[in-house]
């Protein structure tokens, strides 16, 4: 990545999702995405692995996500940490970028082959931030669920703050989901299913 | 599926899982499978659109999970009705099977191209309970979430089960698994964050 190439990667980044939403995923070629950008193709394969691989900068957020829980101050608890994590990603990463990373999600949507990098995305990224909560001394079982519960957030959320109609930042749709969450998981005070689940259950 | 092939997908399941293990997953080939099973590729391709396919017997959980959903009786509450559903998938499916359940759990491990189609029945079983919750009157944010919540507590919890030394049911596991949720989660009175994470968010 040397200086002849400034934001080598930006600009393959841009060049792509042009092409992508001009003449369909299918029909771009990784040539075209280069030519566009002014870049050489052995350029584009130092940056990327293949052509769906543009639309997740790499690894990017698997490599922030790490960096985050890095940083994160001991004390903090599991779901602290996630809930912190994520406000810096939402306003780093994503506020100021609605209509491009809406242009994305809706590539994405269309194309089976992009749902399933999706999909393994989100279990790549599950398992970057487990084994470092499990490192900061959470257990096993927690990790894993609250690993999964900062990925069910950020996908969610992604997806109100994109529909909206209104302006707010995507870190208040993060909010909103974990308080909704706690709400749906309120019901008890002992934490079991509670009586009023169990006697409706009774029936089901 | 006529009276000639009594049980026909059960046995291309079991020739199949016997197959992976003994010699890989790449090396196995569906006419192998079929022959193991005494049966042919046209009956194979009835069943399953291909070789990963035969591992999550075709559309199984997804079928079960929307009959489940279509059954809860309209009263119960989102998290009720799949906390429910996840009990009733436990006892009817999993219970008793553990030792095949974990044998297919280290395929889909060992093989990246299971593990990307293992995500993607993921995504799909979100699919399949998201817009459920939503016909039965949730608000499509909180269905987004509690279909989310099922499939992540179904997966962490088959986890914890797969790796225990104890005989308690899956079941147990998925209790265990809300429980925890409502224990991270459980940290403020108000539903926001909190102010001791507030305060601890403020050096990080």
């Given at each position: 990545m040397g200086r002849w190439e400034p934001d080598a990667r930006g600009r393959l980044e841009r060049a792509a999702l042009e092409l992508f939403v001009e003449q369909g995923f299918s029909a771009t070629t990784v040539p075209q995405i280069t030519a566009r950008a002014g870049l050489t193709t052995r350029t584009f394969f130092r940056h990327f692995a293949?052509?769906?691989e543009v639309l997740y900068a790499g690894d990017e957020v698997a490599a922030r996500a790490r960096r985050l829980l890095e940083e994160a101050?001991?004390?903090?608890d599991a779901v602290a940490v996630v809930e912190q994590g994520l406000q810096r990603v939402a306003a780093e990463r994503f506020d100021g970028r609605r209509d491009e990373v809406r242009q994305r999600r809706d590539l994405v949507r269309a194309e089976a082959t992009l749902r399933e990098r999706d999909a393994q995305k989100r279990a790549d990224l599950v398992g970057v931030i487990r084994p470092a909560l499990e490192a900061r001394g959470t257990d096993a079982v927690e990790a894993a669920l609250v690993a999964e519960l900062a990925v069910v957030v950020l996908h969610v959320a992604l997806d109100a703050w994109l529909d909206?109609?209104?302006?707010?930042?995507l870190g208040a749709y993060m909010t909103d989901c974990f308080r909704r969450l706690r709400g749906v998981l309120d019901d008890p005070a002992d934490g079991s299913a509670g009586p009023r689940v169990q006697e409706q259950a009774a029936r089901f």
């Open positions: 293949d052509k769906r101050p001991p004390g903090l909206a109609p209104d302006e707010r930042p």
